[in-house]
């Protein structure tokens, strides 16, 4: 159902669009980037790209941004999800991003987000939960890390986390959401 409804305030006009629609797909949960200090974690979505470039392209940023270790998930065939628990303002977060090579709507939905990212934790229609592949390790360890991110990720994958720096601020955020997007294997 739609309703377009416009108004007109003295010389300028206001259009309205309400749209009203059942969407089908599945459930699953995923975890923002946010913390509650206004920093984020550093989540990238990577869709049909080949491993071994997003590796190289991970040990650039790391290189020029001076982050630590970066943590890499397969989330489907030809996907995969990288995650630095270093915490970074949304400001420097955005410049990290224009270097990447990411899923351009994982990209572009953060301008939507106020700035915020989901990663998928959980199974997805037929699709098992993401599963840990990689550790890509860094000399730069400086920066303060979230612990509260890196505790849901040993706890959902049982890996070892490089925790060196990290502060617990007490809050993390998940979502309960509903997904049409690539739910088969």
């Known amino acids: ?3 377009k409804k416009s108004i007109r305030v003295g010389r300028v006009v206001l259009n309205f669009r309400f749209e009203l629609y059942y969407k089908k ?3 699953t949960i995923g975890i923002y980037d946010l913390c509650k200090d ?5 989540f990238l979505d990577y869709d049909n790209f080949r491993y071994e470039w997003i590796i190289d392209e991970l040990r650039y940023i790391q290189k020029r941004f001076r982050l630590s270790d970066f943590y890499l998930f397969e989330s489907s065939e030809g996907s995969y999800h990288a995650v630095c628990f270093d915490k970074v303002s949304n400001y420097e977060l955005h410049k990290i991003l224009q270097h990447t090579n990411i899923d351009e709507s994982f990209y572009s939905a953060s301008f939507w ?12 229609g037929k699709k098992d939960k993401p599963h840990f592949i990689y550790h890509i390790k860094s000399k730069w360890h400086k920066r303060e890390k979230s612990l509260d991110h890196i505790k849901v990720f040993k706890h959902n994958y049982d890996i070892d986390i490089n925790s060196t720096n990290a502060k617990e601020l007490g809050q993390v955020w998940m979502i309960k959401y509903k997904t049409e997007h690539n739910v088969g294997r």
């Open 113 to 124: 987000d106020y700035g915020s990212r989901v990663l998928r934790l959980f199974p997805k």
């Open 1 to 3: 159902m739609r309703i």
């Open 25 to 27: 797909g599945v459930e």
């Open 38 to 42: 206004s920093k984020h974690v550093i």
